[in-house]
């Protein structure tokens, strides 16, 4: 069966010991999150996770939600869940406390979100996309709008969601359909339909509040016409209580491969009322600033599902007796040896625990790292951090999720038919894990943002951000006998990526389509040396705690580092190959000699 087990050891060290978290008090607003205080938050969070999340999320997915004449409801168990969830005040864990929150870290929160999404993906929707919205009008609302929706937010008496995606508009936002009609009160008419709206429409909360991206008569076309509107399914009374209801409306549910229990809806704006939030025409700017923080959100949404999947794959392999080792029987006793004996599925169990691990702690530094772009005390460090989260960020959201995707399939491989089957609950990470590669920007358009606006910004300043500590951590180890074997194919994976990075820039230079074809594979390239980054910290770590550690779990930390460096590192060098080998063969394919074996 699927289990989880929130992994609160790896979480307290990438936290605490490899990101000095704790050290986070002396931020300002940050000093009551003292160590006691963030293993309160982290051991409350498993609980719910655990108790109250993780036995809806497989009678989620089999009931999923229902629609009736505009009425959506949740499956059994989520209405009296949330109630819950709100009442342990997790909505506002991270909400600035001038609207009711706990003003808690990032980082902090991050552990949070992941032990939500590794429980329950579909129900984690609800307040994840609630966030998007606070955050959408914590930055560009004006205060009124502030103090009428924010503290709901928080509370999670009203939640949040996203309006951007029309039939014909998906990725180019720039066909955005839906008009704004200027009003003499100074509110808008705002008509179209949006579609693949995440939490449009619910039975969790009083209000559902639209956050809608929509173009003024006026407006120029393309993305420079877009503005950003807020649109509340009850319009707010005086009192701040819902009012009146407004002409936004749930036209249907989409029937979907995953997250099932998750209410993705068609919202039809009828005239309904809404406000500019933000500057006119500038709607893109706010969903941006907005999508980066959501981007990072999805990532850690794979992140979660690779944990499940793991800790699922791993029991199984340790009680499921097939086959003999191949050096001797183990467990003469019993009719079989454990699956864990056989090295195919160790070599599957330790890759999600490498990418897992890895990419947690990876969570971690770009977490920490908003912490300090946020309230650090000079410009020159906000600076500092900011540019890594934003050299960084397409890491996080593409290969978190790819990660989600591919471990939640090589945890149906361990259970073999038995994961293929629905009665295990492994078949369901997969789905579930499916549409985080795709939403949020598809992660071939992550690739796209990383070499084609991160790479370049400020003359390669976010890139700096990255390579100058990876640089150094090489230059300061290679002489550390203990570490020489880690540093050595780390050196070697940070030499691939610079040699693409110096391809890509080069010929993307002077046709785009070359920089188009390798920016993929640039991604990943990143992603392993990032998440190899991250292994040699924690081995160093590791190494010089592991004599005094009688659980073994510094131990395992090492050996992971040196499969991680031994057996996926390799994989920049394909990568790098694939790279150098130049678009030519992806675009020199004439578009009809696609379809020339469909003939007759
Ligand atoms: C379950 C679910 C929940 C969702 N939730 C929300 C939500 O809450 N709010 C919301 O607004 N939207 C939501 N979406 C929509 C989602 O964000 C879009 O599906 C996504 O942005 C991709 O758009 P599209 O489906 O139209 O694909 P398209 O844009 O048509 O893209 C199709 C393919 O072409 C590629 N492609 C497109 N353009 C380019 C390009 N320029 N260069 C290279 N490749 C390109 C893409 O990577 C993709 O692989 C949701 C979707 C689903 C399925």
């Not at 864990?340 to 599957?348: F, G, L, Q, S």
């Not at 090589?410 to 985080?436: N, S």
């Amino acid at each position: 069966m699927a289990t989880y087990k929130a992994p609160l050891r790896d979480m307290k060290f990438v936290y605490r010991e490899l990101f000095d978290g704790d050290a986070l008090t002396s931020l300002p607003g940050y000093a009551d999150f003292s160590a006691d205080v963030v293993d309160a938050v982290l051991e409350e969070a498993a609980k719910i996770s655990q108790e109250v999340l993780f036995p809806l999320n497989r009678s989620g997915d089999e009931e999923g939600r229902h629609f009736e004449n505009g009425v959506v409801r949740t499956p059994k168990g989520f209405k009296e869940a949330y109630d819950q969830f709100t009442a342990g005040g997790w909505t506002g864990l991270g909400a600035d406390p001038e609207f009711g929150g706990q003003g808690a870290p990032k980082a902090l929160n991050m552990l949070v979100e992941e032990m939500i999404c590794s429980a329950n993906m579909a129900f984690g929707m609800y307040p994840g996309l609630t966030h998007g919205a606070y955050n959408a009008l914590k930055l560009y609302g004006t205060d009124e709008q502030k103090q009428t929706y924010l503290p709901k937010f928080t509370d999670g008496t009203w939640s949040g969601t996203m309006c951007l995606t029309e039939p014909q508009c998906g990725t180019d936002l720039g066909l955005v359909r839906t008009k704004a009609e200027p009003q003499a009160d100074g509110s808008y008419n705002l008509t179209g339909t949006k579609i693949f709206i995440s939490a449009g429409e619910h039975d969790l909360t009083q209000n559902i509040v639209h956050l809608v991206l929509a173009r003024m008569p006026d407006a120029p076309p393309g993305i420079k016409g877009i503005s950003l509107f807020i649109c509340p399914k009850f319009l707010p009374k005086p009192d701040g209580s819902p009012g009146a209801r407004n002409g936004a409306s749930c036209g249907a549910i989409e029937q979907k491969m995953g997250i099932k229990a998750s209410a993705t809806c068609v919202i039809n704006f009828d005239g309904a009322k809404g406000w500019l939030v933000g500057e006119k025409n500038k709607g893109m700017r706010a969903m941006f600033a907005m999508m980066n923080t959501a981007r990072l959100g999805v990532g850690v949404q794979g992140l979660g599902l690779s944990e499940v999947s793991y800790q699922g794959g791993l029991l199984y392999a340790r009680e499921r007796l097939q086959g003999r080792s191949l050096k001797g029987t183990v467990s003469p006793e019993k009719p079989a040896d454990s699956l864990i004996v056989h090295p195919d599925v160790r070599k599957n169990l330790l890759t999600m625990k490498a990418l897992t691990e890895g990419m947690r702690a990876l969570v971690m530094w770009v977490s920490t790292s908003q912490d300090k772009a946020e309230k650090s005390a000079t410009e020159a460090e906000r600076t500092e951090h900011d540019d890594l989260i934003q050299f960084l960020t397409p890491v996080v959201k593409a290969f978190g999720t790819d990660i989600g995707f591919d471990n939640a399939n090589l945890g149906v491989q361990i259970f073999g038919g038995h994961g293929y089957i629905r009665e295990h609950g492994m078949e369901q990470f997969v789905r579930d894990a499916r549409i985080t590669q795709i939403y949020e920007g598809t992660n071939g358009i992550q690739a796209l943002d990383l070499v084609g606006r991160k790479m370049t910004a400020h003359y390669g300043r976010y890139m700096r951000a990255f390579f100058h500590p990876v640089q150094a951590f090489i230059e300061q180890n290679a002489a550390d006998p203990a570490m020489e074997e880690i540093v050595t194919e780390l050196a070697k994976g940070f030499g691939r990526l610079q040699q693409a990075v110096g391809q890509i820039a080069q010929k993307g230079m002077s046709n785009p389509n070359e920089a188009g074809a390798g920016a993929s594979d640039l991604l990943k390239l990143l992603s392993y040396v990032s998440v190899g980054f991250m292994w040699a910290r924690m081995a160093k770590l590791a190494l010089g705690k592991q004599n005094d550690d009688p659980t073994g779990f510094y131990k395992g930390k090492i050996k992971t580092a040196k499969f991680y460096m031994h057996k996926l590192m390799p994989i920049t060098g394909a990568l790098l190959s694939s790279i150098m080998a130049g678009g030519e063969t992806i675009m020199d394919m004439e578009d009809e000699l696609f379809d020339a074996g469909l003939a007759a």
